[in-house]
């Protein structure tokens, strides 16, 4: 299974959210609302994720292997760093659409 597409919008926000991506993996499976994550060991992957009544946070979906994990934090951390690159990166505010 292969990363053929990231889509990544850039938010500006006071916690340590980066940005959220959107993959297309083998160009027909898309998962939406990948977070980029400014961690206290660097940036990281968080895949998408719903709070249960309890607090907890549950992954929606999530690969099962670590390879295929590798394969998309190397896929959108790249797509982030190409666009911190451009001169002038456009950010959205956290929550919008």
Do not use: C, W
Not at 46 to 63: L, Y
Request: charged residues 30%; proline residues 4%; negative net charge.
């Amino acid at each position: 299974m292969e990363v053929t597409d990231v889509r990544l919008r850039r938010v500006n926000t006071d916690g340590r959210m980066r940005a959220i991506a959107s993959i297309t993996m083998d160009s027909e499976f898309v998962v939406h609302d990948i977070r980029v994550i400014d961690g206290n060991n660097g940036l990281f992957v968080a895949m998408p994720s719903k709070r249960t009544p309890d607090g907890e946070f549950r992954d929606i979906a999530h690969p099962i292997s670590s390879h295929t994990r590798e394969k998309i934090q190397t896929a959108v951390l790249g797509e982030y760093k190409r666009q911190g690159e451009l001169e002038n990166p456009e950010y959205e505010e956290a929550g919008a659409s």
